[in-house]
């Protein structure tokens, strides 16, 4: 297995919460000379960043985000003799939220997944164990409603729907000042601002929602476009939600610029 501790520079730069640094990579490679995996190097000036893992043929089997900002998320690797990936690690937890994960992915020297163990805590911050198969983790997977309580045959006694508040707020990691536009799916939200200008590193509420009963993750209510120059893209991935007490979460959405 051939390592490389000596840091790969790209051409350009990646512009993240108000820092212009460039990119440093750390890189591994099968015994055929491919890639095996690709990590962002994170630092006091690089805070966003992702580990990606590939097969002998090049093809990319595993992928998460990885940052040093808002709690952390990393990735740990381990190799077979061959320079193949035996094993990624995922470990996330939220600033000032209950969550964690706790995600391990298990491959064969041909990239093949066998084995997904899912350590995670549930969406209350309470331990779980769970053996679970999806090829990253979840966030879209919700608790179940609480059930009819009937304490008697005599009197049956049925529980009011609990109403759960969820609060969206968007992120602007791209490193500069950006106009935003975002549309409702549905009904709309609550004190809604659905389009105006965020500067770089602010965070900017878009408005809430309430539900009956669960949870139903913002993508399916929300739309968002930041507008970017020619070859200026940008990307958006959805943080873990902050859970505050039993019925009020937060969702992140955080806007990167693509590189």
């Excluded at 808002?70 to 320079?83: I, K, L, M």
Aim: glycine content about 6%; proline content about 4%; hydrophobic content about 35%.
């Amino acid at each position: 297995m051939k390592r490389i501790e000596l840091f790969f520079v790209v051409f350009g730069s990646w512009m993240c919460m108000g820092q212009s640094k460039d990119t440093v990579f750390i890189l591994h490679y099968h015994s055929n000379k491919k890639m095996a995996t690709k990590e962002v190097k994170l630092s006091n000036d690089q805070v966003w960043g992702y580990a990606k893992a590939f097969d002998q043929q090049g093809k990319e089997i595993y992928f998460m985000h990885t940052r040093r900002v808002a709690g952390h998320a990393t990735v740990d690797f381990s190799y077979y003799p061959s320079g193949a990936v035996r094993q990624a690690h995922f470990t996330s937890h939220p600033d000032g939220g209950i969550q964690w994960s706790d995600i391990t992915h298990r491959f064969d020297e041909n990239g093949k997944i066998t084995e997904v163990i899912d350590n995670s805590s549930d969406d209350f911050g309470h331990y779980r164990v769970r053996i679970d198969s999806p090829y990253q983790l979840d966030i879209t997977k919700h608790p179940v409603s609480p059930p009819v309580v009937v304490p008697s045959k005599k009197q049956e006694v049925i529980r009011c729907a609990e109403i759960y508040s969820t609060e969206i707020y968007l992120i602007n990691a791209t490193g500069k000042t950006r106009k935003y536009k975002a549309s409702s799916i549905g009904a709309p939200l609550v004190e809604e601002k659905l389009e105006g200008e965020i500067i770089a590193n602010d965070t900017l509420k878009l408005g809430s929602y309430i539900d009956a009963q669960l949870f139903t993750h913002p993508k399916e209510r929300l739309k968002v476009e930041m507008a970017g120059r020619k070859n200026d893209v940008v990307q958006f991935f959805w943080e873990e939600p902050k859970q505050e007490g039993i019925s009020n979460r937060k969702y992140y959405l955080v806007a990167i610029k693509r590189f």
